[in-house]
Every structure is written in structure tokens, then in C-alpha cells.
């Protein structure tokens, strides 16, 4: 499974068809930079920005694999009409010890803007997150997007900035920070990739949900 999916993320042009109406399919939809999984159970075509790891990795480790940030929509039929899924945020923090968050908080700005207050900060709060054990534990949030969520992809896609991350865990008021290797730079292009797809689809199907 994870050898088809890198050969996905490998063609730069993916041919589109297996949940679109019968018209449209017929042309090629051409998306770039992103990942396709066809959900064949479900009859769902999942449309996912590359993973970008959060923290420093070697190059064998996948990026599902450390901590790191990842958006994405689907794309369905229901009664001969075709939908689309609200975009999604995941956030998945992975260590050796527990954090059990349930905010994060986004600190965007170069080290000189941040120690001068005039960072710019957007929190996620009251999160629920999928745990497990796995070489390591992992925790992960997976949120539809809300006008809040909408702001923060538009400004990791629009600034190149530093970046440092805090996981929280309110109830017991301690949290983990993580400065981002490169800050926003590659989340960018994994981003800026996938909301063009979503913006794409918007179009070819007219189905009037821009982001």
C-alpha cells in the first residue's frame, strides 16, 4: 500500500475518475502534487497533501511517521450528484511520552518579530485526538476545517516564516513546543498543492464551495 501511494505522489499529472459523474470523468483532471487514495468500500476518492514532517528526520523515516501537518478533502457521489468533503486539518504529535493535548498553538514569525511581540498566532482549542502505540506513541487530531482553521492554512500558504508550535494538554496545564525545521517553507508548497486541487474541482464540477 505504501509503494502505491509514493508512486502516486511521484506523478507530477494524476488522472482523476473513480467517484466523479460520468461526464466529467471522461476528462482528464490533472492535479499536481498531491496524494490520491480511492477509498473503494466507501466510494470515496480522498484528495491529501504530502505529509510534511514538523521536527528533523532521516531521509529512510516517512513523514506519517514523525510528527507532522497534513490537509485534505474527498470527493463522492450521492444520487447521481457530485459532492465534495470540507477540507481537513491533521495534526499528529509523536514521541516517546504522552502529551494528551488538546490545543495547539501556532507561533509564526522570524526570532526578531517573535521577541518584539509581533508574532502572529492562530490556537486550536478543544481538540479530541486518536491515540496509539506504534514504535513510539503517537497522538493525532483530524478537524474539519472552520473559518479559523481556513485562516491558518491561507497564512502558512501566503508566509514564509519561522514557525514553533505548542501541543497542551489544558487539564494538567503542561505542554510541548517544537521549532520547525524551515518554518512554514514546506508546508507551503504541500499546502498551496492541495488547495489548488480543491479549488480545481470546485471549478470542473461547479459545485460553488470555494475555499
Known amino acids: 500500500m505504501k509503494l502505491k501511494l509514493f508512486a502516486f505522489s511521484i506523478l507530477c499529472l494524476i488522472c482523476v475518475n473513480l467517484t466523479f459523474s460520468q461526464e466529467k470523468a471522461q476528462e482528464r483532471i490533472k492535479l499536481k502534487g498531491v496524494l490520491i487514495e480511492n477509498d473503494y468500500h466507501n466510494n470515496i476518492t480522498w484528495i491529501k497533501s504530502k505529509p510534511v514532517p514538523l521536527v528533523s528526520k532521516d531521509f529512510s523515516v516517512g513523514a506519517t511517521n514523525v510528527t507532522h501537518m497534513q490537509i485534505y478533502f474527498g470527493m463522492y457521489m450521492q444520487d447521481s450528484v457530485q459532492k465534495i468533503t470540507p477540507i481537513r486539518l491533521v495534526n499528529k504529535y509523536k514521541d516517546s511520552d504522552w502529551i494528551f493535548f488538546d490545543k495547539i498553538s501556532y ?5 526578531k518579530e517573535v521577541r518584539a511581540g509581533k508574532g502572529k498566532i492562530f490556537k486550536i482549542e478543544n481538540l479530541e485526538t486518536d491515540r496509539n502505540v506504534n514504535r513510539g506513541i503517537s497522538e493525532k487530531s483530524d478537524i474539519a476545517a472552520d473559518d479559523n482553521v481556513k485562516d491558518l492554512i491561507k497564512y502558512i500558504i501566503e508566509n514564509e516564516t519561522g514557525l514553533n508550535i505548542r501541543y497542551t494538554d489544558s487539564d494538567k496545564s503542561q505542554y510541548v513546543e517544537l521549532n520547525v ?10 499546502f498551496k498543492a492541495l488547495i489548488d486541487s480543491y479549488e480545481l474541482m470546485n471549478e470542473k ?6 475555499f
Open 107 to 111: 507561533l509564526f514569525g522570524t526570532r
Open 181 to 190: 525545521p524551515k518554518g512554514t517553507k514546506r508546508l507551503q508548497k504541500s
Open 205 to 210: 464540477f461547479e459545485l460553488n464551495k470555494p
